[in-house]
């Protein structure tokens, strides 16, 4: 832990995943279905909320190789919130701009990942 605060705070990637993870909470809010898919609506908001937290878990864990298996989890969670969101698009949940915009961040995101994973890989080998 740094100073006041913990050290994955200092990192884009979880900042970016704490604001998509909200505005993913903000979207289940508003979506156009019933509430008899509430697993669905309940299971994006969780894969979404486990991306951020997969990575500060990792963050605070005692090894480098931890940390990437707990990136490459995070990575999971976003595909899988990428996949609901497909989903909800098909059933036209949300529109085109709510799902590519919500896309295009996770494709940001994913890239973040893979790269912070990819450099912290380079210092273990």
């Known amino acids: 832990m740094k100073g006041n605060g913990f050290n994955f705070e200092d990192l884009e990637v979880w900042k970016k995943s704490v604001d998509f993870c909200t505005d993913i909470i903000d979207l289940t809010e508003v979506i156009n279905t019933d509430r008899r898919h509430y697993r669905l609506v309940e299971q994006i908001e969780s894969s979404a909320a486990s991306i951020s937290a997969n990575i500060s878990e990792g ?5 480098k190789k931890e ?4 990136l490459y989890v995070a990575r999971g969670s ?3 919130t990428i996949t609901f ?3 909800f698009y098909k059933k036209q ?3 085109d701009v709510q799902f ?3 896309k295009t961040r996770g494709i940001e ?3 973040m990942i893979s790269g912070l994973a990819s450099s912290i890989k380079e210092t273990i080998d």
């Open 59 to 63: 963050k605070g864990r005692y090894s």
């Open 67 to 70: 940390f990437v298996r707990s």
């Open 78 to 80: 976003l595909y899988e």
């Open 85 to 87: 969101l497909t989903i």
């Open 93 to 95: 949940w949300i529109n």
């Open 100 to 102: 590519n915009a919500l």
């Open 109 to 111: 995101i994913g890239k």
